[in-house]
């Protein structure tokens, strides 16, 4: 069971980055994340409210779940989207947001009080080279992209693992769910509000628009960020985030399959390496639980 959400997680997760390329060839990234959290936060909100799942939470509580929302969707997403934008390409930028692992491991012990072994950093240092593998030449390659397009992804990647801090060191189990409705409510205020205020709010009338949208919506809000949230709550910050060492490798998957980029032996090197991190990570936990 475990392996199938890592796995779903995985090819979701990835897939987002595919949806920000579908999308900027026919609106600015402000304009696609209003539209991809606006409805889909009217919907949520209505279900939570039938379903009466935010009982029991204090106004503290969900104003908790709004910073974390604001954290891990809306700062995270606006860097990703706009760095894709600016022309640095799906791989590079997962490259990017692949170093959170190795951040978020090493503030977990002093953070969190969470324990990382030998093994663990071993498959944490191995899952860095792994990333750099894949998509190191592709950065090396680029050109007409402003260096500093580059650190924006850096900022993307401190606010996803800011917000997973901030959720592990929360008191109080927030279902995903109601979590997912919280943090697709806050990123649905902030960038209808960023767009509104800068003129772009008025959606194309381009059938790809929407067919990014609608992508967007099913493979990455519900399968990569639902799963993000249901995995960190079952195992943890170091294990949840080791999987993302292998985004950069299957972002390049799906950028051969549907933009027809580059596949070659140094991607598949890298997936191999990313592979073997996982496995070895995987395994240090296992080792740890049993002590």
């Known amino acids: ?26 609106a600015p990234a402000l304009t696609i994340l209003m539209w991809r959290f606006l409805p889909l936060a009217v ?31 809306s700062g995270y997403l606006l860097t990703v989207y706009y760095a894709i934008q600016l022309g640095v390409s799906t791989g590079t930028t997962a490259l990017i947001d692949g170093v959170q692992p ?14 990382v072994s030998r093994r663990q950093w071993l498959g944490l240092c191995l899952g860095v080279g792994g990333v750099a593998l894949v998509t190191g030449a592709d950065a ?20 996803l693992v800011a917000a997973t801090f901030l959720e592990g060191r929360s008191r109080v189990r927030v279902e995903p769910a ?24 008025a959606p194309p009338a381009d059938l790809a628009f929407w067919g990014a949208i609608a992508w967007l919506v099913v493979f990455s809000t519900f399968g990569g960020y639902g799963l993000y949230w249901v995995i960190l709550q079952r195992s943890g910050v170091t294990e949840v985030n080791t999987l993302m ?24 090197i890298g997936l191999g390496v990313g592979l073997a991190a996982v496995v070895i990570v995987r395994r240090g936990v296992s080792s740890h639980s049993t002590v």
């Not at 090819?11 to 026919?26: H, M, T, V």
């Not at 409210?49 to 106004?59: D, F, Q």
């Open 1 to 26: 069971m475990n392996f199938l959400l890592s796995a779903a997680f995985v090819l979701c997760w990835s897939s987002g980055f595919i949806g920000a390329k579908l999308g900027a060839g026919s």
């Open 43 to 73: 919907v949520l909100v209505v279900v939570a409210v039938l379903s009466r799942s935010w009982r029991g939470l204090t106004a503290r509580d969900v104003g908790r779940q709004a910073a974390i929302g604001v954290l891990s969707q």
């Open 102 to 115: 190795l951040v978020a491991a090493a503030l977990a012990g002093p953070l969190l009080r969470q324990h």
């Open 140 to 159: 090396a390659a680029a050109s007409g992209v402003a260096w500093w397009a580059y650190l924006i992804p850096f900022l993307g990647m401190l606010s």
């Open 178 to 201: 109601t979590a997912m409705t919280t943090h697709c409510l806050t990123s649905a205020v902030v960038f209808t509000a960023l767009a509104a205020g800068t003129g772009v709010a």
């Open 245 to 268: 060492f292998l985004m950069a490798p299957v972002t390049a998957v799906w950028g051969a399959l549907v933009f027809g980029e580059p596949f070659g032996v140094q991607t598949a």
